[in-house]
């Protein structure tokens, strides 16, 4: 980081917190491009298939002018920037669709975040960057800054987008620019007061459950209603210290979401839209 971004940060993160395995699917194949025909050999005009070269697979039907950017494109030299800095950090990378989408996840162990509840009992949480391609023109390329809670050894992504860019390419900008823009967007400890009020506003544990019945009756919450009975489950084991809070009804919700809709289906594209949903519903509901 620049020194204005290390300054920036000084007193509100705290040292690191536990060991991450790191998760990174092989994301650096190539693809080739091949032109589209019917089953009688004629060619579709202005259209092309976007193949992965190691399994042989279509990967998506595009269009002539679209320029292919592939997963190592957009995401090695972000990687390679933020090496430069000599900054600690972990990765996981996902792919969807057989390789069509990635979402890559940079995270910062040593700028750990602790969120203080009322029971006392400290929360910790990581800032990093997201990465997000795709091969067949259905996702921008994107970096934002973001947040991941270490509730456990694999972690739970917070979807709290503090800065983010979308780009078909980096042509405008370098990509040490958006690296060092990101990282001084991180380094920004007002952007992180959302998280804190949360974290320190209480709810007494018997108003946890009829709480949860409001949030996932809010108006656009796509929360599965099927699911309630394990968020209830989560709220008991969130309330045994005594007071809770609002950061404790969210990671109740947040819990199962990653383990019991995301880890066991690997439907990532449902999971990030669910968990960034949930995020807007929470911050719309306790403001």
Known sequence: MSNQVVEATKGIFSSKRGDVVEHVYP????????????????IVPDRRVIIREDTNVALGIVGSN?????????????LDEISKRK???FKRVALAQGGAKMFAHIY????????????????????GITVVNSLDGTLKYSIEATIYRLA????????????SMKTTHSKNKSYEEMV????????????????????????????????AEKVIGTKGCLFPVRYLKDVQNEIKKESKG???????????FNSVLEHNLVRG????????????NLFKVFAKTFK
């Open 27 to 42: 994301y650096q194949f190539k693809v080739r491009e091949e032109v589209v025909t019917t089953n009688s050999g004629v």
């Open 66 to 78: 679209y320029k292919v950017l592939t997963h190592a494109e957009a995401l090695d030299p972000i």
């Open 242 to 252: 005594g007071v809770t809070s609002v950061w404790g009804l969210y990671n109740a």
């Open 108 to 127: 910062f162990p040593d700028q750990e975040i602790s969120l203080d509840s009322p029971s006392g009992k400290k929360d910790h949480c990581w800032p």
């Open 180 to 211: 060092e823009e990101i990282l001084a967007k991180i380094g920004d400890a007002g952007r992180f007061t959302s998280l804190q009020r949360w974290a320190s506003h209480v709810i007494e544990p018997d108003k946890m459950a009829t709480l």
């Open 87 to 89: 900054v600690e950090t």
């Open 265 to 276: 289906k690997g439907k990532i594209e449902r999971a990030r839209m669910l968990d960034e």
């Open 152 to 163: 456990c050894t694999n972690g739970m992504r917070v979807p709290m987008a503090i800065a």
